[in-house]
C-alpha cells in the first residue's frame, strides 16, 4: 500500500515552454502533498505544500507563478514550471500524506521527474 | 531557522560492520524523525521512523534519539554493499506536516 507515481519519470523541453508533472497517490487519499526539488549531490529543498482544494503553500523563495501547483482531487496533484530556463533543471520528487497518518506524519515518495530544459 | 544536520561522508566501512550515522536538528519541540534512503537517481525511501526517546529497531536498522542532546542516529548492522547509498535524516516541523531534510551522508560499504 501507500504508492505515489509520478509521470513523466523524464522530461527535456527547450527553453521558455512549459512543463507538466503529475503525482498520483495509488491507493490511498492524500489529503496534504509536497513538492521537492533536489539538485546534483544536494538534499531535497521542499518548494510547496498543496492540500486538496486550496491554494498551495510556497516556501520563501519559490516563485509561485513560475511554479504552478493544483492539487484538484484527493489522488491527484500536478506541478507545472512555466517558461522553464536550464537552471530550472532538476529532479523533481513529489510526496503524499495520508489522512490516516496521525502523529507520525509519514510522506509518501513518488518516483520523482529528471527535468532538463535545454 | 530551523536546522537538520548530517556529515555528509562518505561514510565508508567494510562488509559486515556495523555503520553509524548521526543527525542533529535545532528545534526542540520536535516530535518525529525520520530515515530515507537514497539511490543515486532515485526518490528517498524511508527505512524507519522514531518518536519516542530511546532504541526502535527493526531488522539490521536500529533508529536512536535523544530529545534532550537533539540528536538521532541509524545504526546498520550486517552492512552490504547494497547498502551503500546516501542516508537522509528528515524532521518534521512542528505543528505542520513539512519536514526538513538533513544534507544527507553518503555510505560505502566495501566488499
Known amino acids: 500500500g501507500a504508492v505515489v507515481s509520478q509521470h513523466p519519470s523524464w522530461v527535456i523541453c527547450k527553453s521558455g515552454t512549459s512543463v507538466k508533472i503529475e503525482c498520483r497517490s495509488l491507493d490511498f487519499q492524500a489529503t496534504t502533498m509536497f513538492w521537492y526539488r533536489q539538485f546534483p549531490k544536494q538534499s531535497l529543498m521542499l518548494m510547496a505544500t498543496s492540500n486538496e482544494g486550496s491554494k498551495a503553500t510556497y516556501e520563501q523563495g519559490v516563485e509561485k507563478d513560475k511554479f504552478l501547483i493544483n492539487h484538484a482531487s484527493l489522488t491527484l496533484s500536478t506541478l507545472t514550471v512555466t517558461s522553464a530556463h536550464p537552471e530550472d533543471s532538476s529532479f523533481y520528487i513529489c510526496?503524499?500524506?495520508?489522512?490516516?497518518?496521525?502523529?507520525?506524519?509519514?510522506?509518501?515518495f513518488g518516483p520523482g521527474t529528471r527535468l532538463t530544459v535545454l | 531557522q530551523k536546522e537538520v544536520e548530517q556529515n555528509s561522508g562518505p561514510l565508508s566501512v567494510p562488509e559486515g560492520a556495523i555503520a553509524s550515522l548521526n543527525c542533529t536538528y535545532s528545534?526542540?519541540?520536535?516530535?518525529?524523525f525520520f530515515w530515507y534512503r537514497q539511490y543515486s537517481g532515485k526518490s528517498p525511501e524511508l527505512i524507519m521512523f522514531?518518536?519516542?526517546?530511546g532504541d526502535k529497531e527493526d531488522g539490521r536498522f536500529t533508529a536512536q534519539l535523544n530529545k534532550a542532546s537533539q540528536y538521532v542516529s541509524l545504526l546498520i548492522r550486517d552492512s552490504q554493499p547494497s547498502d551503500s547509498a546516501t542516508y537522509l535524516c528528515?524532521?518534521?516541523?512542528?505543528?505542520?506536516?513539512?519536514?526538513?531534510f538533513g544534507t544527507g551522508t553518503r555510505l560505502k560499504v566495501l566488499a
Open positions: 528545534d526542540r519541540g520536535s516530535q518525529s
Open positions: 528528515a524532521v518534521n516541523v512542528v505543528g505542520t506536516y513539512k519536514y526538513i
Open positions: 510526496s503524499a500524506r495520508a489522512g490516516t497518518s496521525g502523529v507520525y506524519n509519514e510522506q509518501f
Open positions: 522514531i518518536y519516542s526517546n
